[in-house]
T-cell receptor, first 115, second 113 residues
Framework: EAGVAQSPRYKIIEKRQSVAFWCNPI?????LYWYQQILGQGPKLLIQ????????DSQLPKDRFSAERLKGVDSTLKIQPAKLEDSAVYLC???FGQGDLYEQYFGPGTRLTVT | GNSVTQMEGPVTLSEEAFLTINCTYT??????LFWYVQYPGEGLQLLLK?????DKGSNKGFEATYRKETTSFHLEKGSVQVSDSAVYFC????????????FGTGTQLKVEL
């Protein structure tokens, strides 16, 4: 079974530029999550989708971050414009359902460096 | 608020040594507890979990017991191997919380020959 795929694996941009990350979840997984992991910290949930609807985006900085999952499968996370403090690893995860204790499977992450 | 506190790393051990990584939590509701592991260059993987008080999660020789009275979920292994070198994250999900994980900051483990 293929795991969660993410691309690119690494990205370096200058502040005020835009960037987009892509995630393809495990086939059949209805729930998709984006986490931000700043160096030295644990992952923090940015947004959670159930199919193509948003379940929780309470910690997404909506002035600069956006995410979509138009067809309920793969997803894109965008930052526009980027700030230095956005330097982090962005993790995508998926689970079969959104109920408690459905195991979340994580992708390898995209490491973003903003200079 | 909800949070997880883990011991700071890196933790450096010799092969076959005993491992303990401390984890305590603060939760507004009733949590299920998890340990995730992140090997170099790979994504987070679920290592073990416990869903109610006094449950013991175990996997690959690692164990952790859900201690509600001390709000703790310490990770232990009797004999570590070089291949256990990784970053370990303690986390929880609140019952009815929509499967939202709250993570600790992670503890890096280095095992040397």
């Amino acid at each position: 079974e293929a795991g969660v795929a993410q691309s690119p694996r690494y990205k370096i941009i200058e502040k005020r530029q835009s960037v987009a990350f892509w995630c393809n979840p495990i086939s059949g997984h209805a729930t998709l999550y984006w986490y931000q992991q700043i160096l030295g910290q644990g992952p923090k949930l940015l947004i959670q989708f159930q199919n193509n609807g948003v379940v929780d985006d309470s910690q997404l900085p909506k002035d600069r971050f956006s995410a979509e999952r138009l067809k309920g499968v793969d997803s894109t996370l965008k930052i526009q414009p980027a700030k230095l403090e956005d330097s982090a690893v962005y993790l995508c995860a998926s689970s079969f359902g959104q109920g408690d204790l459905y195991e979340q499977y994580f992708g390898p992450g995209t490491r973003l460096t903003v200079t | 608020g909800n949070s997880v506190t883990q011991m700071e790393g890196p933790v450096t051990l010799s092969e076959e040594a005993f491992l303990t990584i401390n984890c305590t939590y603060t939760a507004t509701g009733y949590p299920s507890l998890f340990w995730y592991v992140q090997y170099p260059g790979e994504g987070l993987q679920l290592l073990l979990k416990a869903t109610k008080a006094d449950d013991k999660g175990s996997n690959k020789g690692f164990e952790a017991t859900y201690r509600k009275e001390t709000t703790s979920f310490h990770l232990e292994k009797g004999s570590v191997q070089v291949s256990d070198s990784a970053v370990y994250f303690c986390a929880f999900i609140l019952t009815g919380g929509g499967n939202k994980l709250t993570f600790g900051t992670g503890t890096q483990l280095k095992v040397e020959l």
